[in-house]
């Protein structure tokens, strides 16, 4: 039986798996989603599961890829916006604040998924961190595009800002979270008036 791909080469059995695992682990927790009900949701054979993937562990890790690549791309579509350094960081705070306010209304899925995998050397955590790493450095070279007196501060205050907001939203409700966190945003990347 041949293997059906997506457009883009993919396989349609492991792309409905990670979207399966996604939805879930984002709403219920990762530990609480059993690979039987992954594969259910997925509509695939248990075979097909561990064809794509060893265990769980490396389905959780595909799952936060795609977080990962999806703010990538935020990113990416915000500089093919304008290569203002000033309009860019206004961009990157509109962009986090809807992020939080329309895709990630149960907290940062990587805080979670750490949460839950407490272990600093396993799979899981490091993809954690090499995203961790990534938002920061990112951050800390726009701001220093921007011209920013200490821009490895005011990246570090950001991905700070933006973890509270995540947190913020989940617990008080994105509508009296987001003008407290585009405030401080914008004061910790000197757009501030």
Known sequence: MATRT?????????????????????????????????????????ATFY?????????????LDVEDANIRGAFERAGEVTDDPEQLLELVIEGLA?????????GCPFINAAAEYPEADSGVRVAVGEHRDWFRGTLEALLTGAGRPDPAIA??????????????GYLDGWERVRPAFVDAARHAAGLAA
Request: glycine share 10%.
């Open 51 to 63: 064809r794509h993937f060893p265990g769980k562990e490396d389905l959780v890790e595909a799952y």
């Open 6 to 46: 997506t457009s883009a080469g993919a396989s349609v059995a492991r792309e409905k798996l990670v979207a399966a695992a996604s939805d879930l682990f984002y709403r219920e927790g990762i530990h609480a989603v059993g690979v039987d009900r992954i594969i259910g949701e997925a509509g695939v054979t248990r």
């Open 98 to 106: 809807d992020d939080v306010a329309r895709l990630h209304t149960r």
């Open 155 to 168: 990246a570090g205050q950001l991905v700070l800002l933006r973890d509270a907001a995540m947190v913020g």
